[in-house]
């Protein structure tokens, strides 16, 4: 806790609450300030927060009475050197969940947060590449916010295409599951 007292001394009005749980140390704090928070965590010599551990969204639809945004991240410290952790979670907000990227610090946040830009719609401001990394270009929804249907709203527009590209390639004897095909193309060997 002595972690987040000096966070709480830094940045007085960023921080909303703290606890402690099963060892290890949270706090949860505004938005707004999150790349100097995160900074001062890393570079300030008795935290040296040096390592990302995680980051990854979070989608508390079915939480709201505790009084939580819908959406937060969550960013999982550690320090190297001093080996001690804290987890700070960023409340983004319920309509437009949007933070500033915390690419700059760590390098590691790129894929990590285009990952938490696919899958639950949480923009990064000022991130270099904020595109999709797991799901195609053209796919409709973010799959891990709470409200989106298993099953998909409907079939992806790619999915034709794709039956399509493996027709064309069970020609070649493709078999991701390696069984032999009686149509597959024989080696120039065979043909003689």
Request: with cysteine.
């Amino acid at each position: 806790m002595a972690i987040v007292d000096g966070l709480r001394a830094a940045f007085p009005d960023e921080i909303l609450h703290s606890y402690t749980n099963q060892g290890q140390t949270a706090v949860v704090v505004r938005p707004g300030r999150i790349v100097d928070m995160l900074r001062w965590l890393r570079d300030t010599d008795t935290i040296r927060m040096n390592h990302l551990r995680s980051l990854c969204g979070v989608d508390n639809v079915r939480r709201k009475e505790s009084g939580l945004s819908r959406f937060e991240v969550v960013y999982n410290l550690y320090s190297i050197p001093l080996r001690h952790e804290i987890r700070v979670r960023a409340e983004v907000g319920d309509k437009e969940p949007a933070i500033d990227s915390v690419v700059e610090l760590w390098a590691g946040a790129n894929w990590l947060e285009r990952e938490t830009y696919d899958l639950l719609g949480i923009r990064f401001n000022n991130h270099p590449d904020l595109r999709r990394v797991l799901m195609p270009d053209d796919w409709v929804g973010h799959p891990l916010r709470k409200d989106y249907p298993l099953r998909g709203r409907e079939e992806w527009a790619g999915m034709t295409e794709l039956l399509a590209k493996v027709q064309e390639l069970d020609r070649f004897g493709f078999d991701p599951e390696g069984h032999a095909h009686s149509q597959a193309i024989p080696d120039e060997e065979d043909e003689e």
